[in-house]
């Protein structure tokens, strides 16, 4: 493929290979030159983002991909076990495939899967999800100072900084990509 037309967003291509989501193109043309299409790239096997021209890039097939609508039952043990919201059939997925997702996950949410050919190969998870704090140290006053936080361990497990009035009990929102607190939940 090598028609702008049928490039896109949100598009799955393989090249050498390996999965990669396009984010974002765009057409540059300076002077008698011929146009350059240069691609954002997402790797879908790493995550990791770049841009190449498609002169670079060369031939690239497009693959089917769907996404699929998940929704997280419960662990058995170091797996996290998902049904189809379409066709109910359950899958169980490992730490080497949810990574750092697994203490976000909570029971009966649905997440969002991209799959190729049928089968998951990665999950969209929310930017920012909500929490309960079940352990911190009492309220407290920082005496006008701000930007004062203290520890406070999640029911995911996890342990982050929040600002001293939050207290146990509270739900808080929770950014997934850097684990930094949001703000309470209301």
């Known amino acids: 493929m090598s028609l702008t037309d049928e490039l896109h967003k949100g598009m799955v291509i393989k090249h050498e290979g390996q999965l990669f989501t396009v984010l974002d193109w765009k057409l540059a043309q300076t002077g008698k030159q011929r146009p350059t299409i240069h691609v954002k790239l997402r790797s879908i096997a790493t995550g990791h983002t770049g841009?190449?021209?498609?002169?670079?890039?060369?031939?690239?097939?497009?693959?089917?991909?769907e996404y699929r609508h998940m929704q997280y039952?419960?662990?058995?043990?170091?797996?996290?076990?998902?049904?189809?919201?379409?066709?109910?059939?359950?899958?169980?997925?490992?730490e080497d495939f949810l990574g750092d997702a697994m203490p976000f996950l909570q029971e009966e949410d649905t997440y969002r899967f991209l799959a190729i050919e049928g089968r998951p190969i990665s999950m969209d998870l929310p930017v920012v999800v909500v929490?309960?704090?079940?352990?911190?140290?009492?309220?407290?006053?920082?005496?006008?100072?701000?930007?004062?936080?203290?520890?406070a361990k999640l029911s995911s497990g996890i342990t982050i900084p929040v600002p001293l009035f939050i207290k146990n009990g509270d739900k808080i929102k929770v950014r997934t990509d850097s684990r930094e607190y949001q703000g309470k939940d209301h």
């Open 51 to 65: 841009e190449r021209t498609l002169d670079q890039l060369g031939k690239l097939d497009e693959v089917q991909a």
């Open 73 to 94: 039952l419960y662990a058995a043990g170091k797996e996290r076990v998902f049904m189809d919201n379409e066709s109910f059939e359950q899958e169980s997925f490992g």
């Open 131 to 151: 929490l309960e704090v079940v352990d911190t140290s009492p309220v407290e006053h920082a005496g006008g100072a701000t930007n004062v936080h203290k520890d």
